[in-house]
């Protein structure tokens, strides 16, 4: 086939998670080209096909994808705009169903619930909270206080809508459009942990590349 003058522009994803066995082109990222026939007979090329029996995460070198496409249209311009290195991760959805994922979530959900509060104690018995909250009224109000008052319930009601804010969440509603700091950090830990599984495959030979 030929695909003179012809570029093709991809935009390679870090991460691929499929439910398929079978990985196509236009699986690993965008593809864009000024010949549609091109682009259509591109977007089904077979890159990899996850075999039961073997490892469920494959490290895909950008250079292989172009030699894929080379071999299809020797003598087209593949233009890469995205990963050099692309980590693909077959998922099983099916094995994730069922009673044991919500025992799991319930468990997870009153770990992180009951942790908190206790973190929250811990802390405000490490500071002494009750004895400053009785110099604070010994030093508005002239004399010390008798029990739990306005002061203890403001900073009560002030460390819950603290938390919220901080968050950016109440119940399951975004209050803003900003990421919340765990989102934040979540995408972090995830770009952190995919260069290392593609660092670690490249070292240990088992990615696919050119030879």
Known sequence: MSANNVTLYLKAEQNIELQSEDVYLKDIGKLTCTDET????VRS?????????????????ILKVIEEINKVYPNITVENLGEADILLEHINVDRHKGPIQT????????IAFFGTAFTIMAFHNDIGINEVFKKVHEMVMGQAGDGYG???LSYSIGLAVGIIT??????????????????VE???????????L?????????VLDVH
């Open 38 to 41: 091109v682009l259509n007979r």
């Open 186 to 196: 979540m995408r972090v830990y995830e770009t952190d942990v995919n260069k290392a």
């Open 103 to 110: 025992v799991k979530i319930i468990f997870v959900s009153l």
């Open 45 to 61: 090329i077979k890159l990899h096909h996850f075999k039961k029996d073997a490892p469920q995460r494959q490290v895909i070198s």
């Open 166 to 183: 901080f968050f950016n969440h109440i119940g399951g509603r975004r209050i803003t459009k900003d990421p919340t700091p765990i989102e």
């Open 198 to 206: 593609i660092e670690t495959a490249d070292r240990e030979g088992k």
């Open 150 to 152: 306005i002061l203890e």
